[in-house]
Protein backbone atom coordinates (compact mmCIF):
# COMPACT_ATOMS: atom_id res chain seq x y z
CA UNK A 1 0.00 0.00 0.00
CA UNK A 2 1.52 3.32 -1.30
CA UNK A 3 2.00 6.47 1.18
CA UNK A 4 -0.52 8.97 -0.33
CA UNK A 5 0.80 12.27 1.35
CA UNK A 6 4.68 12.67 0.80
CA UNK A 7 4.59 14.79 4.06
CA UNK A 8 2.96 12.14 6.31
CA UNK A 9 5.23 9.00 5.03
CA UNK A 10 8.14 11.54 5.82
CA UNK A 11 7.11 12.16 9.67
CA UNK A 12 6.50 8.50 9.87
CA UNK A 13 10.08 8.00 8.37
CA UNK A 14 11.66 10.11 10.44
CA UNK A 15 9.66 8.78 13.94
CA UNK A 16 10.78 5.39 12.92
CA UNK A 17 14.11 6.19 12.43
CA UNK A 18 13.93 8.28 15.81
CA UNK A 19 12.34 4.90 17.57
CA UNK A 20 15.22 2.51 15.65
CA UNK A 21 17.44 0.76 18.09
CA UNK A 22 21.40 -1.14 16.78
CA UNK A 23 23.18 -2.96 18.60
CA UNK A 24 26.02 -5.22 17.56
CA UNK A 25 28.33 -7.51 19.73
CA UNK A 26 28.15 -10.88 20.64
CA UNK A 27 26.02 -12.76 23.37
CA UNK A 28 28.23 -11.65 26.45
CA UNK A 29 29.36 -8.11 24.94
CA UNK A 30 27.00 -6.17 23.11
CA UNK A 31 27.53 -2.72 22.32
CA UNK A 32 24.52 -0.06 21.55
CA UNK A 33 25.53 1.84 18.42
CA UNK A 34 21.80 4.01 17.99
CA UNK A 35 19.65 4.15 21.17
CA UNK A 36 16.11 4.27 20.05
CA UNK A 37 13.55 6.40 21.64
CA UNK A 38 10.85 4.48 24.00
CA UNK A 39 7.46 3.62 22.56
CA UNK A 40 4.86 4.89 25.02
CA UNK A 41 1.93 2.82 24.08
CA UNK A 42 -0.48 3.85 26.77
CA UNK A 43 -0.39 7.79 25.62
CA UNK A 44 -1.07 6.98 22.03
CA UNK A 45 -3.96 4.97 22.60
CA UNK A 46 -5.60 7.12 25.63
CA UNK A 47 -5.06 10.48 23.53
CA UNK A 48 -6.80 9.48 20.34
CA UNK A 49 -9.56 9.08 18.74
CA UNK A 50 -8.80 7.33 16.05
CA UNK A 51 -7.90 3.37 16.47
CA UNK A 52 -4.04 3.39 16.52
CA UNK A 53 -2.35 0.74 14.84
CA UNK A 54 1.46 -0.62 15.27
CA UNK A 55 4.28 -2.60 14.47
CA UNK A 56 7.76 -3.93 15.56
CA UNK A 57 10.03 -5.40 13.65
CA UNK A 58 13.48 -6.58 13.89
CA UNK A 59 16.71 -8.16 11.73
CA UNK A 60 19.93 -9.86 13.13
CA UNK A 61 22.89 -10.09 11.05
CA UNK A 62 26.28 -11.98 11.00
CA UNK A 63 28.72 -9.78 11.13
CA UNK A 64 31.62 -12.85 11.67
CA UNK A 65 33.91 -13.10 14.83
CA UNK A 66 30.90 -14.73 16.45
CA UNK A 67 29.46 -10.99 16.43
CA UNK A 68 26.52 -10.21 15.39
CA UNK A 69 24.06 -6.84 14.54
CA UNK A 70 20.63 -6.07 15.68
CA UNK A 71 18.51 -3.44 14.88
CA UNK A 72 15.04 -3.27 15.86
CA UNK A 73 12.42 -0.40 14.38
CA UNK A 74 8.74 0.25 15.79
CA UNK A 75 6.01 2.58 14.33
CA UNK A 76 2.88 3.20 15.52
CA UNK A 77 -0.23 5.81 14.11
CA UNK A 78 -3.59 6.32 13.91
CA UNK A 79 -5.88 5.45 10.94
CA UNK A 80 -6.87 8.40 8.72
CA UNK A 81 -9.93 9.39 7.63
CA UNK A 82 -11.16 7.35 4.74
CA UNK A 83 -8.66 4.44 6.09
CA UNK A 84 -9.44 1.03 6.88
CA UNK A 85 -7.90 -0.65 10.08
CA UNK A 86 -6.10 -3.22 7.66
CA UNK A 87 -4.75 -0.32 5.08
CA UNK A 88 -3.37 2.00 8.10
CA UNK A 89 -1.56 -1.65 8.94
CA UNK A 90 -0.22 -2.19 5.72
CA UNK A 91 1.23 1.55 5.15
CA UNK A 92 2.70 1.60 8.84
CA UNK A 93 4.13 -1.87 8.00
CA UNK A 94 5.79 -0.58 4.74
CA UNK A 95 7.19 2.27 6.55
CA UNK A 96 8.62 0.29 9.57
CA UNK A 97 10.36 -2.08 6.80
CA UNK A 98 11.92 0.19 4.50
CA UNK A 99 13.15 2.13 7.49
CA UNK A 100 14.28 -1.36 8.78
CA UNK A 101 16.32 -2.31 5.57
CA UNK A 102 18.24 1.47 5.39
CA UNK A 103 19.03 1.08 8.93
CA UNK A 104 20.85 -2.12 8.22
CA UNK A 105 22.24 -0.80 5.12
CA UNK A 106 24.09 2.14 6.61
CA UNK A 107 25.72 -0.67 9.50
CA UNK A 108 26.71 -3.33 7.07
CA UNK A 109 28.08 -1.19 4.57
Keep these: MAVKSKALKKSLTEQAVDNAQVTRGTSKNQSVL ?3 LPNDH ?3 HFTSEAPVVGVSIG ?3 NMENYESLRADVWLTDS ?3 NETIEQAYQRVIKIADETLQGIVNQ ?3
Design 59 to 61: STI
Design 42 to 44: SAK
Design 79 to 81: VKE
Design 107 to 109: YTE
Design 34 to 36: KKG
